[in-house]
């Protein structure tokens, strides 16, 4: 089954501990990208990534790190979180470049 | 810098009547995607449109993507209960993509 996901679905954290949200996909896609969801503020697109070793910023990516070793995996880092970085995470891969075709389920982060 | 606006930000409709919703961009733009997402769920793609004045249709559903490829819609013909929820549409242009703040649709019974 082509499937997205993403781990962990849920987080409460502390300011400042680092933490690292993974994201896999099983359909050998080329385009992976991470976005956040805030009610109000909609979508907005953090980092993508076209092929392995090959990564961008998107509209909102301070405070955050991406890489891309593998095709499948493009985990999402955050340094030092703060209390604004507490939103809900989407990953999402696709083969076409800049269209996310399929999305994860989506990490719930809470950072205290 | 390059946004897509999308209205109307919610709807209700009883359930049977028609909805629309409309997204426009302040650049010209390459392609337009729309997605659903359920309460409490994940966005899921719809469709992808890409040329100049292009008509879409699955279903119920019909897309249509403006002549100057700013604008978009999407109308959805006597609604069901299963179509809850918050529909985006989302440009993209240079290899970014922009999305709208989506429009929630309600279905009164």
């Known amino acids: 089954e082509a499937q997205v996901t993403q781990n962990p679905r849920y987080l409460i954290t502390v300011t400042g501990k680092k933490l690292t949200v993974t994201c896999s996909q099983n359909?050998?896609?080329?385009?992976m990208s991470w976005y956040r969801q805030d009610p109000g503020l909609g979508l907005r697109q953090i980092y993508y990534?076209?092929?392995?070793?090959?990564?961008d910023k998107g509209d909102v990516p301070e405070g955050y790190k991406v890489s891309r070793k593998e095709k499948r995996n493009f985990p999402l880092i955050l340094e030092s979180p703060s209390p604004n970085q507490t939103s809900l995470y989407f990953c999402?891969?696709?083969?076409?470049?800049?269209?996310?075709?399929?999305f994860g389920p989506g990490t719930r982060l809470t950072v205290l | 810098g390059q946004q897509v606006m999308q209205i109307p930000q919610y709807q209700h409709v009883q359930e049977g009547e028609d909805f629309t919703t409309y997204c426009n961009s302040s650049t010209t733009l390459s392609n337009i995607q729309w997605y659903k997402q359920r309460p409490g769920g994940h966005p899921v793609f719809l469709i992808q449109l890409v040329k100049s004045g292009e008509v879409k249709k699955q279903k119920r559903l019909t897309f249509q993507f403006g002549e100057a490829k700013k604008n978009s819609s999407l109308h959805i013909t006597a609604t069901q209960t299963t179509d809850v929820g918050t529909y985006f549409c989302a440009g993209g242009r240079d290899d970014k993509i922009i999305f709208g703040k989506g429009t929630r649709l309600h279905i009164l019974p």
């Open positions: 999402a891969s696709s083969l076409l470049e800049g269209t996310p075709r399929y």
């Open positions: 359909m050998n896609h080329e385009y």
């Open positions: 990534s076209m092929n392995v070793e090959v990564t």
